[in-house]
């Protein structure tokens, strides 16, 4: 089996940073994209960020110049460096990976998610 497992959420004022992390276990031949998305409540759930293999990486406009996506391929972790945080940054923060297994399948596999909330 493939486990995503996220860390790093909690309560932060307006302001603050968070850095969150998730690490990828099991049965892995190989990890692509990497990413986090958020949901908040009452809203649909929203790509954050993503980074390839290769280090490139994608913003949602709303996060640009305060958050920053790291991977560390040899570890497969990828890591959300969240600053200036805003209250409309609070959700629940879930990574995402593109994963290869033994068996030769592609799926996308997701984390069980980690709370921001920003206070004002």
């Known amino acids: 089996q493939v486990q995503l497992v996220e860390s790093g959420g909690g309560l932060v004022q307006a302001g603050g940073s968070l850095r969150l992390s998730c690490v990828v276990s099991g049965s892995i031949f190989g990890i692509n994209t990497m990413g986090w998305h958020r949901q908040a409540p009452g809203k649909q759930r929203e790509l954050v960020a993503t980074?390839?293999?290769?280090?490139?990486?994608n913003y949602a406009d709303s996060v640009k110049g305060r958050f920053t996506i790291f991977r560390d391929n040899a570890k497969a972790t990828v890591a959300l460096q969240m600053n200036n945080l805003k209250p409309e940054d609070t959700a629940v923060y879930f990574c995402?990976?593109?994963?290869?297994?033994?068996?030769?399948?592609?799926?996308?596999?997701w984390g069980q998610g980690t709370q921001v909330v920003v206070s004002s």
């Open positions: 995402n990976a593109d994963i290869r297994t033994y068996s030769g399948l592609i799926a996308q596999y």
């Open positions: 980074i390839t293999k290769g280090g490139s990486t």
